[in-house]
């Protein structure tokens, strides 16, 4: 019976061309081949599965070949290489750390060193999991690792470099190395399912490689789990069922529901969820990932994050222009804030079915308007039926004078004009909105801007102006400033306000729109224009030092030094 290699160890990359993921770090280790500038010590970086020891390897191989390729990348000819590749290499040392992290480990390594490499230019040190040392040892490795001999070079992989001491980082190239996008894992599965004949849905692929949150040796564990559980043929339904992962599907029938409103079918969905074993908290920190792909792919500068396979990402696309902007922004925030809330939570489904709720009351259905089937109401609001209403309009003495004359006529000009001069209280129906026979007259006649110049006095100027000061509830220095400044008029189209300062003038250039807008309509005359003039001060402060204006005002208002007294307040 043939021996059976599980495909991370069988499809380990041997060149750096191979190696996934990791292109610029890779092109910066061939370099430095290429331009002989090897230091003496590595630190390789970042989480699990990423290549890190790979790295080390493929690196230690490569400067110990005796035949070079073009492109810098071992010939797995020579003797080096050869006795690399069948595992009996004595120029590459690998250490676990986490077994051997005491000083007398450490010790051992630093006699080893001294004992120049047989075969090939250099001895590579590879320590794996360098942070476990303990701190003696690693005080014993610092000297060795500051000046090795010329023949050793030490490569230290860690996922924790928070761990490592300072002295140690400093005396190392350190080299980080980033998650592999799911879009790599993909391809590389891809490959290795190709290469064992094995047929794989490329959907279920992308929730593998998700799954793995950027490491390949997860994912080809995984891929491995997968081969035994359904054979040669892995559907994307086997794919969930085997990883207990919530079918995007789910997520999409519920966006829906909330875009219908539909309270009931929201709850249903997530019973459903829930009967089949998945945790509640999952789903939420799911669902806000869903409205985030949502978010991304709205833009087509933004979809390139999203990380998902082609079928499902244009189900994405279809259900991102259907939800507005707003919408998605509101769910992602009331999603954030249950996943925030679920640990203190006592009711932890109670609160989920909350943010359902909510989220089904973002999108508020339009009102219905009144229609002729159904007009109750209007009838409520006219005092009787519509068709009474439509014989009053007719019957009213104004509908009469139109009928009897023209406008083209000078009768039918004085009947308009009496219209409009007598207001008429009949009605009339259009689009179910109720109105003034003479409102749709009006209405053009108000389009056109309309300039009025009535004349106005000092005290109508500073009547509307307190007025206005008044009702400028939200602007509270304002108002009491205006209260205290009246306006003086200095013609019919002019008038002047005194400040004192920049910041007064500031706020009333700020509101002069709004000033203007409402003298105007008040006072009837759109030419008044507003100007701001400065005015000495000849209070008694002025010229004071800040010393002499307290004890003026505190004379004036012997509150205020109460009020200094308690809240212990000096005079700057």
């Known amino acids: 019976m043939k021996n059976y290699v599980v495909s991370a160890r069988k499809y380990r990359p041997t060149t750096f061309k191979s190696v996934v993921g990791q292109t610029a770090l890779t092109n910066t280790l061939k370099n430095a081949i290429k331009s002989n500038h090897l230091a003496h010590a590595y630190l390789f970086c970042g989480t699990r599965g990423v290549g890190k020891t790979t790295c080390a390897r493929i690196f230690a191989k490569t400067i110990n070949c005796e035949h070079l390729t073009e492109d810098f990348e071992a010939c797995n000819e020579c003797e080096s290489c050869k006795a690399f590749n ?3 290499s004595y120029n590459i040392h690998e250490l676990d750390a986490a077994s051997n992290n005491s000083v007398e480990g450490i010790r051992s390594l630093i006699d080893q060193v001294r004992i120049p490499p047989q075969i090939g230019k250099y ?8 942070h476990m040392l ?3 040892a690693f005080n014993a490795f610092l000297k060795t690792l500051e000046e090795p001999p010329a023949h050793a070079i030490f490569i230290l992989a860690t996922t924790e470099k928070h761990k490592i001491i300072p002295t140690i980082l400093s005396r190392c190239q350190i080299y980080d190395f980033n998650r592999i996008s799911v879009s790599d894992i993909v391809g590389h599965l891809q490959y290795v399912a190709h290469e064992e004949g094995i047929t794989v849905d490329v959907n279920g692929l992308n929730v593998v490689a998700q799954k793995c949150d950027g490491g390949m040796r997860d994912a080809l564990s995984i891929f491995d789990q997968l081969v035994s559980l359904c054979g040669n043929n892995i559907t994307y339904q086997d794919v969930l069922t085997n990883l207990n992962v919530l079918d995007y599907d789910y997520y999409f029938q519920l966006v829906d529901a909330f875009m219908k409103g539909d309270v009931n079918a929201s709850l249903l969905i997530f019973n459903e969820i829930i009967n089949h074993g998945f945790d509640a908290h999952h789903f939420v920190s799911g669902l806000s990932s869903h409205f985030r792909d949502l978010l991304v792919s709205k833009d087509s500068q933004t979809i390139q994050l999203l990380e998902v396979g082609a079928d499902i990402g244009k189900h994405y696309q279809v259900q991102a222009r259907q939800c507005p902007d707003d919408f ?13 809330n679920y640990n203190i939570s006592k009711n932890k489904r109670l609160l989920v079915e909350i943010m359902l709720i909510r989220l089904c009351q973002l999108i508020k259905p339009e009102k219905k308007l009144i229609t002729e089937e159904k007009s109750e109401p209007l009838q409520k609001i006219v005092g009787g039926p519509v068709t009474n209403v439509a014989a009053s309009i007719k019957s009213s003495p104004s509908a009469t004078k139109i009928q009897n004359s023209t406008v083209g006529t000078p009768n039918g000009a004085e009947a308009l004009k009496q219209i409009k001069a007598e207001r008429p209280t009949s009605i009339s129906i259009k689009n179910n909105v109720v109105s003034s026979p003479s409102s749709s007259y009006e209405k053009s006649q108000n389009e056109q801007p309309i300039i009025q110049n009535e004349k106005y006095s000092q005290e109508d100027l500073q009547n509307a102006w307190v007025q206005l000061a008044k009702m400028m509830t939200d602007e509270v220095r304002m108002t009491a400033f205006m209260q205290s400044n009246l306006p003086e008029l200095i013609s019919n189209t002019e008038f002047r306000i005194l400040v004192t300062n920049e910041l007064q003038e500031k706020e009333l250039k700020r509101l002069e729109p709004t000033i203007l807008n409402y003298l105007q309509t008040t006072l009837k005359n759109s030419n008044i224009k507003m100007s701001i003039q400065f005015h000495e001060d000849t209070s008694a402060l002025k010229g004071k030092t800040p010393e002499e204006k307290y004890k003026i005002m505190a004379e004036e208002n012997p509150t ?7 809240l212990q307040l000096e005079i700057d």
């Open 86 to 88: 069948e595992q009996r």
């Open 560 to 566: 205020l030094a109460k009020l200094r007294n308690d």
């Open 328 to 340: 998605i922004f509101q769910a992602l925030k009331i999603c954030n804030d249950c996943d925030l």
């Open 123 to 130: 001895s590579v040190y590879i320590i794996d999991e360098v």
């Open 134 to 136: 303990s701190s003696s």
